[in-house]
């Protein structure tokens, strides 16, 4: 009961701090859509992928998930380890799945038996909570790619990998690639609140970004210790994209099989959640050449 009284509170201290503070942060906007991202990535290390693809142990392997206006589709953990599997035989990545409440989980010596590592973190935060865990245990492993992902990705299977690094190394500009955005977060007073960010289900970027955001973030990485899951999409996925284009990077997404940049500067996107027009929301298609 106190967790949820906490995450009124901290919903309506939102709500009052936008209607206080929007004068100062339409200005700090406006700044964002006149900077020129020109930011360089580090140089990769290491051909490891690292992935973390967290669960909340009440969830069955094999689920339907239903967003309001997004049409209903098939997903869970067993497509995701399934979508690894091959990378993982061929040693280009190494899987970590991030579980919270693990006792709940039916299937839990079937994930330890297939990925890499196997993490218990609180609820507290979701998604960001097995984010911020995972990149605990890889922030000082020399620099390489990262995927962060969830269960709630969309069954359908292509052969997308080996696309996106090749994309991400040709486009070292590009600080975080993802399969979705959004053009602003919806629970709000302030109704034209325009932050364009990458959807937090797939997040493709490398460890000295994180490193760079987290630091950016106090220290604390993005969506740490959030109760109210409407915050967790301004605090999480929204600020990790904000903080990724105030330290100069350009956005992507892979939309229609083809990777587009995105800053506040270009967004050449309908403006609302794209899985609204997706006839896969939340899959992870492959990047055509």
Known sequence: MYKEI???IDFFKVWIFDALFYPIKWVKNRALKSKIPTKQRADIESS???????????????????????SQFECGLKYQIDRFEKYRKQNKVRLT??????????????IQCNSDQVLTVPNLGMDFSGYAHFFESIKNLP??????TNSSVN???????????????ENRDVGMLGVSCSSKYFHTFIRNNYNPHIQSFFILTTISVLK???????HKFPGTGIVNKHLLIRSGEVLISRIALELG???SI????????????????????????????????????
């Open 212 to 218: 760079e955001i987290v630091s950016r973030n106090n």
């Open 249 to 251: 990077y350009n956005l």
């Open 155 to 169: 069954c359908l299977q292509e052969d997308f990998l080996d696309s996106y690094i090749q994309y991400m190394n």
């Open 97 to 110: 799945v991030t579980i919270s409440e693990p006792l709940r989980h039916e299937n839990l010596n079937w």
């Open 48 to 70: 490891v992928i690292h992935v973390c693809v967290h669960e909340w142990g009440g969830y069955p392997i094999v689920r339907s998930k239903k967003v309001k206006n997004i």
């Open 6 to 8: 906490t995450a009124v």
């Open 254 to 289: 892979v939309y229609n099989h083809q990777a587009v940049k995105f800053n506040y500067r270009h967004y050449p996107f309908p403006k609302t959640d794209l899985r609204q027009s997706s006839i896969h929301p939340n899959a992870i298609t492959k990047l055509i050449n």
């Open 143 to 148: 620099n390489s790619y990262v995927i962060l």
